[in-house]
Nanobody
């Protein structure tokens, strides 16, 4: 069992930056690929970024490429999402998720085994 707790969300102006953190419980964090997803009301949860268990492979949604950076610190059981040049379309609840396998992080939500409760990001214009 892995418990995930997101933090770092908030209100930011267009062009600003935020860094989201996801703290995981358990001693097997380094065995999980991790993903960040986001969701707005009335829409499906969508993939933003993912990172493999040891951090060697990352993947991004087209909307995130060049602006978001995912990273992890396995010694701290934490995964991060650095978001720069934020746009109003980035407004959403952001969730982190854990996938119980090595290899490239999946880009679909149904592949993930554990989820956090989310943190709200609001980008104001």
């Amino acid at each position: 069992q892995v418990q995930l707790v997101e933090s770092g969300g908030g209100l930011v102006q267009v062009g600003g930056s935020l860094r989201l953190s996801c703290a995981a419980s358990g001693r097997t964090f380094s065995s999980y690929a991790m993903g960040w997803f986001r969701q707005v009301p009335g829409k499906e949860r969508e993939f933003a970024a993912g990172i493999s268990a040891r951090g060697g492979i990352t993947g991004y949604a087209d909307s995130a490429k060049g602006r978001f950076t995912i990273s992890r610190d396995n010694a701290k059981n934490t995964v991060y999402l650095q978001m720069n040049s934020l746009k109003p379309d980035d407004t959403a609840v952001y969730y982190c998720a854990a996938h119980r396998q090595f290899g490239a992080p999946p880009a679909t939500s149904d592949k993930y085994d554990y989820w956090g409760r989310g943190t709200q990001v609001t980008v104001s214009s």
